[in-house]
């Protein structure tokens, strides 16, 4: 396993500051006609980093170049307040000026065993191909505190190395199915970000960095891009129970 690059911020707001910039440096280099496809997650850190974004970087980006795919959605319907893309909307996505055929949504109204493999192909008709998979040039993902990522979670570790592009998922508190990318795909990203916040995951974060060796029941310990980079962006609180040896590896910003 490559050793991941860590980043830590002491507020939220420099750790969206900084995916801004890195953002926008990746598509100021985009040569015409050229595309920079991001691969975006929900819940509450992803949700204060793109209102971040769009209150700061809006204008600053070059949207035009930028497709945003969704690493999961949860199976209800875009206006549901549980929708991933009905809250990257609202945070994101409404405040910028990207183009509507830039978003793929994933269909979360309709049957998700029909859903998962149709949004696959359109992964595939829309990201670069490499070895063999969708290679999407930034992952944006989560950490859930059960060491979930996307919609893969302990209990469905399997699905990580899952074969197809996307798979169903249930969550396992909620029985709320998913539609999920596999790990295979996050692993094939040119760049794959955790961006985690706040002391509730620092338990987590610490067992996943420290190389415990209960980490591997952790599907987010599983993700290493192959030919890729790896980067977590955390919080002060969120590192707050690293030990010394990965602090002083990490950078503090
Ligand atoms: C989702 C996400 C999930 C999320 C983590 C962290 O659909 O919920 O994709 O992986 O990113 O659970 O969410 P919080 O930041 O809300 O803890």
New binding site residues.
């Given amino acids: 396993m490559m050793k991941p690059v860590i980043k830590i911020f002491s507020s939220i707001e420099k750790l969206a500051s900084h995916s801004a910039e890195f953002i926008r440096e990746q598509t100021d280099e985009i040569l015409s006609g050229g595309s920079y496809t991001v691969a975006v997650?929900?819940?509450?850190?992803?949700?204060a980093v793109y209102k971040f974004i769009a209150d700061n970087f809006g204008n600053s980006i070059n949207w035009h170049y930028i497709k945003i795919f969704f690493?999961?959605?949860?199976c209800v319907p875009p206006d549901d307040n549980d929708s991933?893309y009905k809250m990257t909307d609202e945070t994101l996505l409404k405040k910028i000026n990207i183009p509507a055929e830039n978003i793929f949504r994933i269909k979360g109204e309709n049957d998700p065993f029909r859903e998962a493999p149709s949004y696959s192909e359109v992964i595939k008709n829309n990201a670069q191909p490499k070895n063999g998979l969708p290679q999407f040039d930034l992952v944006m993902?989560?950490?859930?505190?059960d060491g979930?990522?996307?919609?893969i979670f302990p209990d469905q570790i399997d699905k990580f190395y899952s074969k197809n592009i996307c798979e169903v998922a249930i969550h396992p508190a909620t029985g709320q199915k998913?539609i999920t990318i596999s790990g295979e795909v996050i692993n094939n990203a040119k760049l794959a970000a955790f961006i985690?916040?706040?002391e509730?995951?620092s338990r987590i974060v610490s067992k996943i960095l420290s190389g415990s060796a209960e980490k591997i029941n952790y599907p987010a310990s599983l993700v290493d891009p192959k030919k890729g980079k790896l980067i977590w962006m955390l919080d002060t609180a969120a590192a707050n129970l690293l030990d010394s040896k990965i602090m002083q590896r990490g950078k503090v910003y």
């Fill in positions: 997650s929900g819940g509450s850190t992803p949700r690493c999961d959605e949860r991933n993902l989560g950490l859930g505190e979930h990522t996307a919609s998913r985690v916040t706040g509730k995951k």
